[in-house]
């Protein structure tokens, strides 16, 4: 693997290059789109173990953090939905020219698909798009997360104070992107291929898998991704990872 | 600030980052950012990052990297136990620095289980001039179990004014379409660490003082079980003279994870302030024995 940073040098972003590891390489490369916050560190080990199965199945591939996430540069109160989209792009044209591939799919967890489906448009070359555990209503999901950032703080006593969420600067811009936020109008085309790929049955699930019909997968473990156990648990869900690679053809 | 990459390690399987001042002022240490559990080199809540960009915005080179197994560092075949397999990677990393970078002296940091890892180290290498260890090992005082029992007499007052409330928002909730789960829900698994024996602990404080090596200790009020007054650690360790290089710190707001944003500005403010004292005029102080 090879850890670089790309992007603008006045404010570089931190990825970490597989290679194929398979000749001939695959034409499609892949870049994985991180979750948001706590969710990315839970969210770290699986990616990479993903990105392991991927170049073993012949494909190029990129992990990337969002600028001011990670080991990217930038505070985590600069974070905003618009420039991880700008992002996203510019990570797929840097794994284009690294691996020399001409298409590029992506696979979004959770936030990522978001930025995943807000980029796509924008993208002719963007072969399959994998929408993981989406969200699908930001404002649904910022709820979620308020919740469990009370939960976790009510079990200290404490309450939560504004403008955080769960270890996190939470801005007014980006807070006013997530609550705008619906994939389901979101503009289209997204990839030449969609595929959602989610382990609950709510009623936003229901109504993605009416809108995208035969490319829904359903997996039947529930994956925890909040912060409750971060230090002394990793979190591989193995069954989620072999869908998401079967779905790039990677079996 | 400037960062880099860093590859290091006997197949190169080893990854970190390293984030390097605009000029770097000589016979400075750099600081190594050790893993707390399984979290990669960027921490709990991104804050190894903010500790290593202040640092470095101080003028101190600072390594965050991932030991092997964790976060992108490839694991190790051999049989070696964990312990030992971290401290060779410890190791690994300061020796990689040492001769990509000139720098012959390091302080390592770390929170849990990166405290202690930080701490067998600096035992066992002289390169050492600092550790900072975060919820490190705790030992039961008079005083902390005296605490305690209050703490859990005064739990108990109110939990009986408080257990008719429980059980109304229980049976409200079980009532509820989503009450079972939320009943059900597993609780979290709590954190399970072993200490080495205290005495044992007394001597190692004992050559890391005689060899001039500075310590801060700061502990969160995260671990009440374990840790709920500030000098306990004083206290516990009565017989190590620690010659005024002890700085002890305790957050009692912050929990073990630093949660808060305001937590996460008083834990890199109480670093900051505590490398520049023992490390920002002077270069590190030669060590008594060697």
């Not at chain 1, 997530?178 to 994939?183: G, V």
Request: one cysteine or more; hydrophobic letters at 40%.
């Amino acid at each position: 693997v090879t850890p670089f940073h790309f992007g603008d040098s006045r404010r570089p972003l931190f990825g970490i290059y597989h290679p194929a590891q398979r000749s001939p390489a695959r034409d499609t490369g892949v870049v994985l789109l991180n979750p948001l916050g706590h969710e990315a560190i839970r969210a770290h080990r699986a990616l990479r173990q993903l990105a392991l199965r991927l170049a073993d199945a012949g494909f190029h591939s990129l992990r990337f953090d969002y600028y001011g996430t990670g080991d990217s540069a930038g505070d985590c109160a600069e974070g905003t939905l618009c420039r991880w989209v700008q992002d996203a792009g510019t990570a797929s044209d840097e794994l284009r020219d690294t691996a020399g591939v001409a298409k590029v799919s992506w696979v979004g967890l959770k936030l990522g698909a978001a930025v995943g489906v807000l980029a796509a448009p924008a993208r002719r070359d963007l072969d399959t798009l994998v929408l993981w555990e989406p969200v699908v209503s930001g404002r649904a999901y910022l709820d979620e997360l308020r919740a469990l950032h009370a939960e976790v703080l009510a079990r200290q006593g404490r309450s939560s104070p504004p403008g955080e969420i769960l270890g996190f600067p939470l801005p007014d811009t980006l807070r006013a992107e997530l609550e705008a936020f619906d994939l389901l109008a979101a503009p289209r085309p997204w990839g030449r291929r969609n595929v959602v790929l989610a382990s609950q049955e709510g009623p936003h699930e229901l109504r993605l898998r009416e809108n995208v019909g035969s490319s829904y997968r359903s997996v039947s473990s529930t994956v925890d991704w909040s912060p409750r156990r971060s230090l002394s648990a990793g979190l591989v869900p193995m069954e989620a990872l072999s869908v998401v690679a079967a779905s790039l053809g990677a079996a | 600030v400037r960062e880099r990459p860093l590859q290091f390690g006997d197949s190169g399987g080893m990854l970190g980052l390293v984030t390097e001042p605009e000029r770097a002022a000589a016979g400075r240490p750099a600081v190594l950012i050790l893993n707390s559990g399984l979290v990669h080199r960027i921490g709990t809540f991104r804050n190894s990052v903010k500790i290593a960009r202040r640092l470095a915005t101080d003028g101190f080179p600072a390594v965050r990297f991932d030991l092997s197994g964790v976060g992108d560092s490839e694991p190790r075949r051999d049989a070696v136990r964990f312990e030992e397999r971290w401290l060779g990677d410890v190791r690994a990393a300061m020796d990689h620095v040492e001769r990509t970078r000139g720098v012959r002296w390091f302080v390592l940091m770390g929170l849990c289980s990166g405290a202690d890892n930080a701490f067998r180290a600096a035992c066992r290498d002289e390169r050492v001039a600092g550790v900072v260890l975060m919820d490190w090992y705790t030992y039961p005082t008079l005083r902390f179990r005296f605490l305690r029992q209050w703490a859990r007499i005064r739990q108990l007052r109110s939990w009986r004014r408080g257990a008719a409330r429980l059980f109304r928002s229980a049976a409200r909730r079980l009532r509820g379409p989503a009450g079972l789960a939320a009943a059900t829900q597993e609780a979290p698994a709590p954190y399970v660490r072993e200490f080495p024996p205290r005495d044992e602990v007394a001597a190692d404080l004992r050559v890391l003082v005689a060899r001039g090596v500075h310590l801060c200790v700061i502990y969160s009020g995260g671990m009440l079980d374990a840790y709920n007054y500030r000098e306990q650690l004083l206290d516990a360790f009565p017989d190590v003279d620690f010659q005024g290089r002890l700085n002890l710190e305790y957050l009692p707001d912050a929990d073990h994870i630093y949660t808060e944003l305001a937590s996460q500005r008083a834990l890199v403010e109480a670093i900051a302030r505590w490398t520049g004292r023992c490390f920002g005029t002077a270069p590190a102080p030669a060590p008594a024995t060697r």
